[in-house]
């Protein structure tokens, strides 16, 4: 069996999504239509700091991070270079794209967007170098507190969402499409992308197929 090639993977992986990720989150602010709970809190925070929205996304995820102290989650490499790269790659497209005008570009631009985060969150969960801090957030209240993983998800992100509106943060049809749309897109992605998934190797090697080792 052949191993070599598989933690080059991963890393790309990692930093691939974690981009896209980030750009995607950006496509959806600039389509003006409502964003994703978490983007919600950014936009409110940075309607009342003046600081971009990806930075405050970057240190929102630092904050986040502090919060696995007391429910005893370990970070994985994965974890910090969410916090690093997420919101700096959706400030980056923040500078260079201008807000979308019209709303069939609107809604296109939304879908784009949620597409892209859906396609993203494939390419860093498959990577398994550990969750992303807000996931980390949920699956640790869960782990203390016993609660079943939809009530600490709900129970976070309704919260972020109502603080981030009471700040300005935009809601609308792109939140609520956010919402429905990202779970069945990422449960079409990550079986593609999971560097878990057994694969067939080289047929010098035989047909024996092999998973990656998780992160």
Request: proline share 7%; aromatic share 6%; charged share 10%.
């Amino acid at each position: 069996m052949r191993l070599d090639g598989i933690m080059p993977r991963r890393i790309t992986q990692l930093l691939v999504g974690l981009v896209l990720y980030g750009a995607g989150c950006a496509l959806t602010v600039e389509a003006g239509l409502g964003v994703d709970p978490w983007t919600v809190f950014a936009q409110g925070v940075s309607i009342h700091t003046g600081i971009g929205i990806g930075w405050v996304t970057n240190i929102v995820g630092f904050l986040v991070l502090l919060l696995w102290i007391p429910l005893r989650q370990k970070p994985g490499i994965g974890t910090i270079a969410n916090i690093l790269l997420v919101g700096t790659s959706m400030q980056v497209v923040l500078t260079f794209v201008p807000p979308i005008a019209g709303l069939p570009a609107q809604i296109a631009v939304l879908l784009g967007g949620i597409l892209m985060v859906a396609i993203a969150s494939g390419l860093y969960i498959g990577a398994r170098f550990g969750p992303g801090p807000r996931d980390g957030l949920m699956t640790g209240l869960h782990a203390r507190l016993h609660w079943p993983i939809w009530v600490c998800r709900a129970l976070v992100e309704l919260s972020v969402l109502a603080i981030g509106w009471l700040l300005g943060g935009t809601v609308g049809i792109g939140t609520v499409l956010f919402a429905v749309l990202i779970g069945p897109l990422v449960h079409i992605a990550l079986p593609l992308l999971d560097t878990a998934r057994p694969r067939r190797i080289r047929q010098s090697d035989g047909p024996t197929t092999i998973a990656a080792v998780g992160g």
